[in-house]
Structure formats: structure tokens, C-alpha cells
């Protein structure tokens, strides 16, 4: 009975969370976008080729703290910056063709996602930086581009609380990759990165497609 229940309410929360027209409470909003942008990129980092370059730089400096920092700051900049550009396309493009264009890239992200990356040979120049330079620029770097990238610049257009998306898809990286630093390939090996990125490609896939069922 309790299903029955569940099941239509969770229905109409992921319709209002990925269709237009919505006017949600702005609390309700800034949450929203937050916990959408968290959950979606820390299953999509989940094997990406971030990840993989964080275990690379932990196993390389074993300063795990200034690695972690590095991090951090790479993904708020690179993030902010996809944001930003996410919301100023958003602006200014018409409701309707925001709504195809979100929808299709999302479906693509989850296409893309079901895709193992791998991590292309470090340039040797970073080898000379320190730890937490080195973790800076070659997350900076590597990320350009990315699928969690790309996707925080669609959940930016899709949102209208920059800040909370950019908040969301950093706690969500950091929430995978800090443990890959600490606990490097023992947790992992632990992890379905197959599974996860199933999930993860079922999010995106989820929201696509809501978002074009609401542009009809």
C-alpha cells in the first residue's frame, strides 16, 4: 500500500524536477538543483577520468590533504565557469529550443556515460609543480570537456540558482574522488563501476527524457 502511495508522488517530483513550466518555492528550488546536481555527477564521476587522475596524483605525492584542495579548487573554478556559461546560454535562447537541446543532452550524457574512460599519459611538466599545483592545474585541465563538465553546464541552464548547482556538482566530485585519494584502488576494486555508471546513465536518460516529454 505504502508503494502505491510512493510510486505517484515520486512520479510527480521527477516530472516537476525535469519539465517546464515550474515555479517552485525558491528554497524548494536552490535544494532541488542542489541535490539533482550532487546526485547526478558523483555517480557519473564514479570511474571517469578524473577519478582516475586523483588516484594517480595521491599515489604519486602521498599528501593526500593538498591533493584533496587541489581538487577542490579545480572543480569550483572549472564548474563555475560551465555554469555560468550554461545559464547565459539558457538566457539566451528561447524556452521551447531549451528544452529540446536540454533533453537531447541529456540522453546524450547517458550514451556518454556508459562509456569506461581512461586516463591519457600525464604531460611531465606538472611533475615539476608541487602537490597541491600539480592537482590544480591537471584537474583544471583534464576536466575541459568532460562529461561531469558538460553536465553541470546543463543542469545550470536547466536551474536557475547557479550557485546551488555549482555547489552540488563539487560536493558530488568530491564525494567521489576524496575516498579514491585516501583508500586509492582498494576501494574501487570495491565499487560496480559498471553498475554505477548503469545508474548513472539511467539519471541522465530519466531526466532527458522528462525534459522533452515537458516540451511537447
Avoid at 38 to 59: F, M, P, R
Avoid at 86 to 93: D, F, K, L, P, S
Wanted: hydrophobic share 60%.
Amino acid at each position: 500500500m505504502r508503494g502505491a502511495v510512493f510510486l505517484p508522488a515520486a512520479g510527480r517530483w521527477l516530472r516537476r524536477a525535469c519539465s517546464r513550466p515550474y515555479n517552485p518555492d525558491p528554497t524548494e528550488a536552490i535544494l532541488e538543483a542542489f541535490l539533482v546536481s550532487l546526485g547526478i555527477v558523483a555517480l557519473a564521476e564514479i570511474g571517469d577520468k578524473t577519478q582516475l587522475l586523483a588516484l594517480v596524483l595521491a599515489a604519486r605525492y602521498r599528501r593526500p590533504v593538498p591533493v584533496i584542495l587541489g581538487i577542490l579548487v579545480a572543480t569550483l573554478a572549472n564548474h563555475a565557469l560551465a555554469a555560468w556559461l550554461g545559464a547565459e546560454v539558457a538566457g539566451a535562447i528561447g524556452r521551447d529550443a531549451l528544452r529540446w537541446i536540454l533533453g537531447l543532452s541529456f540522453l546524450a550524457m547517458a550514451a556518454w556515460t556508459l562509456i569506461p574512460d581512461k586516463l591519457e599519459e600525464e604531460k611531465p611538466q606538472s611533475a615539476r609543480l608541487g602537490a597541491f599545483a600539480a592537482t590544480l592545474l591537471a584537474f583544471f585541465i583534464v576536466e575541459m570537456g568532460d562529461k561531469t563538465q558538460i553536465a553541470t553546464a546543463a543542469l545550470a541552464a536547466r536551474y536557475a540558482s547557479i550557485a546551488a548547482v555549482v555547489a552540488g556538482t563539487t560536493l558530488g566530485m568530491m564525494l567521489a574522488d576524496v575516498p579514491a585519494v585516501y583508500f586509492g584502488e582498494r576501494i574501487l576494486r570495491r565499487v560496480p563501476a559498471k553498475t554505477v555508471r548503469r545508474v548513472a546513465a539511467a539519471g541522465f536518460a530519466l531526466l532527458g527524457a522528462l525534459a522533452l516529454f515537458g516540451a511537447g
